[in-house]
């Protein structure tokens, strides 16, 4: 069997960067046609007729639910813990909540592509990613005319070409989503929450090389969903499938993300630390932090210390809050302890760029409040 044909199975393809050995949940989402329309005219009763001025407070509140459940009906996310990922995976079906009228022509599935310690895809709560990825899409209303007229073909060759042209690794493989491409970097070693920031800027530097393809800006973050391979696209009638699968010797060539980085991003890791060096060089007389170990003074950076990265710290700040909050029952704390731990939380928080919205704050403070 080809390769292209073993990666157009599910349970072949999620394996390459989600793991049933590692502890945390990855998010099955869905989108059914009769929940789609429900949505449509959902939205036109709020956009023509919301507020409604002939109803009383408890009336208005009451449509008001009505109408958020049937927005609901659109989109459903289904936690699925990763040990449980590969059964899931050969029958996806078996998950998804068909309404009456529905069936698989008329249902959209997407995956997670990071892993989460909770069962949702909140950034707050990300444990693992083993990929990077692109999200380009073709078929989209405001891409040029010569984008929307090529064929899948076409498109990965473009791709490619993209790649060697700009000294980028060539991806690990590119699918076909019906109505664009997913370009994927599978990694070799699955990163941890901590390496956040400097995936992000990989991810963002992708992004940046692939725009004038029709790169998707918001499809970055770690809480994309990416079309599941083998299902259907009801927009573009057409199956997720694999167009191209880089292999050496049967295996996928996944990369190592520090190589991966040293590639796209503007200055690689040891050019970075190359710099720090000379600048140290070239200003001794400058004053400069020292680090005391053992009472003597040491010039340099002492072999146990990393570079400082302030959003790094916050993001393991706020771990290290909330596993406080989760050690220590809420009869146990001190008056104050908790107020004083959301405070901090908040701070660790306001840190990350470029902006804090009041949901991720209260995700954050799950748990640590009475």
């Not at 493989?173 to 970097?185: D, E, I, N, S």
């Not at 770690?222 to 083998?230: K, P």
């Not at 009801?234 to 010797?249: I, M, S």
């Not at 040293?262 to 070239?282: G, T, Y």
Request: with cysteine; glycine share 6%; proline share 8%.
């Amino acid at each position: 069997m080809s390769a292209l044909a073993i990666y157009a199975q599910p349970v072949h393809e999620v394996a390459l960067y989600h793991s049933p050995k590692r502890p945390g949940f990855v998010a099955l989402c869905y989108s059914t046609g009769s929940g789609r329309t429900l949505a449509r005219e959902a939205f036109q009763r709020l956009r023509h007729d919301w507020p409604p001025t002939d109803l009383t407070p408890r009336e208005t509140e009451t449509l008001q639910a009505k109408l958020n459940a049937q927005k609901g009906q659109a989109f459903k996310q289904v936690p699925l813990r990763l040990t449980a990922l590969p059964e899931a995976m050969r029958d996806p079906w078996a998950y998804i909540d068909l309404l009456p009228g529905d069936s698989p022509e008329t249902t959209s599935i997407w995956l997670s592509q990071a892993e989460f310690s909770q069962p949702n895809r909140q950034k707050i709560n990300l444990a693992h990613i083993a990929a990077c990825w692109v999200d380009i899409d073709l078929r989209h209303e405001n891409s040029p005319p010569h984008l929307r007229r090529l064929s899948p073909d076409a498109a990965l060759k473009l791709t490619l070409a993209r790649c060697k042209g700009e000294g980028v690794p060539q991806p690990s493989a590119v699918y076909w989503t019906g109505r664009g491409l997913a370009v994927k970097w599978y990694l070799t070693k699955a990163l941890p929450k901590a390496a956040y920031p400097r995936w992000a800027a990989v991810q963002s530097a992708l992004v940046k090389l692939f725009e004038s393809l029709g790169a998707d800006a918001s499809a970055q973050d770690a809480s994309r969903i990416l079309r599941l391979v083998g299902t259907w696209n009801p927009k573009a009638a057409e199956t997720c499938r694999p167009l191209f699968v880089d292999e050496f010797f049967g295996e996928v060539v996944k990369l190592s993300f520090d190589d991966l980085a040293d590639a796209v991003l503007p200055i690689a890791r040891a050019e970075l630390a190359a710099l720090k060096a000379r600048r140290l060089h070239n200003a001794p007389g400058k004053q400069r932090l020292l680090c005391l170990h053992g009472g003597r003074e040491e010039r340099g950076r002492a072999s146990n210390l990393e570079v400082f990265n302030p959003v790094r710290l916050a993001w393991l700040q706020l771990d290290d809050y909330r596993k406080l909050a989760s050690l220590r029952p809420v009869a146990q704390r001190p008056e104050g302890w908790t107020n004083t731990l959301v405070w901090l939380a908040t701070s660790a928080l306001v840190i990350e760029p470029p902006r804090v919205s009041w949901r991720l704050v209260g995700l954050s403070h799950a748990g640590m409040a009475c």
